[in-house]
């Protein structure tokens, strides 16, 4: 993954939010169901809520988010729900760690 890219990604306030949001699912949106955040992630629905912003913005931030390797998407049925990537997460951190 490109460096620009992924720190492109996180140069949004709001993309940061959703990081931040994902990295504690159940204490950020305690009313989604399902409740198997570790497995499947947080609803597009429930994150564009709490982010007060339109669904087409936040698929496209999320989208953002996924290209960057920061999050990944599980398609259950209509729904699509997002889950921090931690492999990506990872490679964020060695970036910063052994390249800057």
């Not at 159940?26 to 499947?40: K, R």
């Not at 999050?71 to 760690?97: D, F, H, P």
Request: charge should be neutral.
């Amino acid at each position: 993954m490109d460096q620009v890219e992924i720190f492109k990604a996180l140069s949004n306030k709001t993309r940061l939010q959703i990081l931040s949001w994902l990295k504690a699912p159940a204490e950020n949106f305690p009313d989604h169901t399902p409740v198997d955040f570790e497995n499947i992630g947080v609803c597009v629905g429930q994150i564009q809520l709490k982010a007060g912003l339109s669904q087409s913005t936040i698929s496209e931030y999320l989208s953002i988010l996924q290209r960057a390797d920061l999050v990944c998407a599980t398609r259950v049925g209509q729904w699509t729900y997002y889950k921090r990537n931690k492999e990506g997460l990872e490679n964020l951190s060695k970036i910063i760690n052994t390249e800057l």
